[in-house]
């Protein structure tokens, strides 16, 4: 079926379990599709837009109201809707680093991060993780004392992920922040992995910063996410443009610099709101669906010669796994090579695993049924049984 | 259920017509008010019905075996936009 010309409908999330690394959490809910629905049109958030002309001001539909709970939920005091949450890190780049300065990030931080800092011409440095593959807030504390001997000045900021991309092992934020602050500096708590999915308290961890990606874990579409701080940061951050026009001295005093004006103005932020009560309700039962994905793990496991990269007993949904010892040695001899395993799950309706990859390889078992989780946990042994590897 | 917690809510006309649709509190078909199109209304509430099945299919796949309490939400979506489609039809005929 084709929607136009050669764009097919997209129907993977109807007819397979999609195990898929980054898509799992950003699957929409039925509101949030009947708002795209009813708000796909380009400037759909605009129709009564009244001054001061700004798309948090916007009180029909309520999305002014939608920003204050944006903030009571992750416990900060502003929060805006950004392009994703790398806009948001852009954002922070922008208005709180200089030229040349160091921005801290993880060993295992997201390649955004370092975009955002080259953006704002500044540097990174990573903070490197201990033998557990984590950041603890030691490691943080040593590199600023690392940097700013070097450099006779500290970092201007500290970037670090609660559970990274790659392994989604979960970082010590809270000793992060606590050793940032013993320094001066601040911290942006990217919860790209968190936010939207398990509950997050930015005073509670002490963060200057929280920082969620929409379409990742808060059930809309791309490109969405929030940025949210502390009335310290706010005036920084959410600044105001000064600028005059030298010819017609126009100006466009309450128009947000970092933001470059309004963020999200169609059926983005309207999908992200209709979701949000669900989004709100699904965090508190976080630690049901890890404990789906160790049961997937688990099955896993059971496979001789299988091994969880990640950090174990999970503490996330998403999961990298090393299957050399087990289906590799199959793609090794299969006249299909890699690309056997991915065929034989879908064959049993399950995909996102990478196509082709049967060494280490993620998935994401993020907002699946009980029913289902079974399923693809029988269906991996269901496969290593079939080519006798149980 | 409280209905400012309700996810989806509908304001009837005594003749049957949707008066405004809300979803999880948003006001989606009257924030002008002014009167809405029955048309619309219908159009609405016909592809709104049809979603909540695409998500039931989701929930279900890949194999769509549907529990009793599933089976009853399919056929309760179903008579929505069909009953939605029959008005619709009726509107655009007249």
Avoid at chain 2, 44 to 69: C, G, I, N, Q
């Amino acid at each position: 079926m084709k929607i136009a010309g050669n764009i097919p409908v997209r129907e993977v999330e109807e007819n397979f379990i999609n195990i898929q690394p980054i898509q799992a959490a950003g699957r929409l809910t039925a509101e949030a599709m009947k708002a795209l629905i009813a708000y796909g049109d380009g400037y759909s958030t605009c129709d009564q837009c009244r001054k001061p002309f700004r798309l948090d001001k916007i009180t029909k539909p309520p999305i002014a109201e939608f920003h204050s709970e944006l903030s009571r939920f992750l416990n900060m005091d502003e929060a805006r809707v950004t392009p994703g949450a790398r806009r948001a890190f852009q954002a922070v780049c922008l208005a709180l680093v200089e030229k040349g300065d160091t921005v801290l990030v993880s060993a295992l931080g997201h390649y955004t991060e370092f975009l955002a800092v080259e953006n704002a011409k500044a540097i990174v440095r990573e903070v490197p993780t201990n033998d557990l593959n984590i950041v603890t807030g030691d490691a943080v504390a040593q590199k600023i004392e690392e940097v700013t001997r070097e450099q006779g000045k500290s970092p201007a900021l500290v970037m670090l992920d609660h559970f990274d991309y790659s392994l989604a092992n979960e970082h010590d934020v809270a000793g992060a922040a606590k050793a940032a602050h013993q320094y001066d500096i601040p911290i942006l708590y990217n919860g790209a992995y968190t936010v939207g999915i398990k509950p997050v308290d930015g005073k509670a961890l002490g963060v200057d910063f929280v920082v969620g990606s929409g379409h990742k874990s808060m059930a809309s579409p791309a490109p969405s996410g929030v940025l949210a701080t502390t009335s310290g940061y706010a005036d920084t951050v959410f600044s105001t443009t000064q600028m005059i026009g030298d010819v017609t001295g126009r100006q466009f005093g309450v128009k947000e610099v970092q933001m470059l004006g309004c963020t999200l103005m169609g059926g983005n932020i309207l999908a992200m709101m209709a979701s949000f009560p669900t989004v709100r309700r699904r965090v508190e039962g976080w630690g049901e669906y890890v404990t789906k994905s160790n049961y997937v793990v688990d099955a896993l496991l059971s496979i001789k010669g299988n091994m969880c990269v990640s950090e174990y007993p999970r503490k996330h949904t998403l999961s990298k796994v090393d299957t050399t010892g087990s289906f590799d040695t199959v793609a090794r001899i299969h006249k299909r090579r890699g690309f056997f395993f991915s065929d034989e799950l879908k064959q049993r309706g399950i995909v996102g695993a990478f196509s082709g990859a049967t060494r280490a390889w993620k998935l994401n078992t993020y907002g699946l049924s009980w029913d289902q989780i079974r399923y693809v946990a029988d269906a991996f042994k269901e496969i290593a049984g079939k080519y006798g590897l149980l | 259920m409280h209905s400012a917690n309700k996810p989806f809510q509908a304001r009837v006309a005594a003749n049957g017509s949707f008066l405004s649709i809300k979803i999880n509190n948003i006001k989606l078909l009257d924030y002008w008010g002014l009167g809405m199109d029955n048309a619309v209304d219908n159009l609405f509430e016909a592809l709104f019905a049809l979603t909540d099945l695409r998500v039931l299919l989701r929930e279900t796949a890949p194999l769509h075996k549907l529990s009793a309490e599933q089976q009853m939400q399919a056929r309760e979506a179903l008579a929505r936009a069909k009953v939605a489609l029959s008005k619709l039809e009726e509107e655009l005929q007249e």
